[in-house]
Nanobody, 125 residues
Framework: QWQFVESGGNLVQPGGSLRLSCASS????????IGWFRQAPGKVREGVSC???????YYADSVKGRFTTSRDSAKSTVYLHLDNLKPNDSAVYLC???????????????????WGQGTQVTVSS
């Protein structure tokens, strides 16, 4: 059964950094591509980044060069490093499994419709 647990969100000033974590409950993330998404009030959920089981990554244009996703197989955890944060990065960040093909993750194709509670990132001075 899919269960995702996100953590690491916080209130930071513009230009600040955070590291978000995505862990699983009851199964290992290692075999799956994992995607990071964010949802701000009144906005459509946005696919931010994903990482395949072979560590290939994808980034949305809005975060390219500022966000980095990685995974630690020993801890069965996927991370999203957020640098140079901007106020419009404020949102609830969520992770879930996505499909992958030929070693590449597919941010628009979800493996499951199960979501965790998310973790709140607020960027404000």
């Amino acid at each position: 059964q899919w269960q995702f647990v996100e953590s690491g969100g916080n209130l930071v000033q513009p230009g600040g950094s955070l590291r978000l974590s995505c862990a699983s409950s009851g199964f290992s993330l290692d075999s799956y591509a994992i995607g990071w998404f964010r949802q701000a009030p009144g906005k459509v959920r946005e696919g931010v980044s994903c990482i395949s089981s072979s560590h290939n990554t994808y980034y949305a244009d809005s975060v390219k060069g500022r966000f980095t996703t990685s995974r630690d197989s020993a801890k069965s955890t996927v991370y999203l490093h957020l640098d140079n944060l901007k106020p419009n990065d404020s949102a609830v960040y969520l992770c879930t499994a996505t499909r992958q093909l030929d070693g590449l993750c597919a941010i628009r194709e979800l493996q499951t419709d199960t979501w965790g509670q998310g973790t709140q990132v607020t960027v404000s001075s």
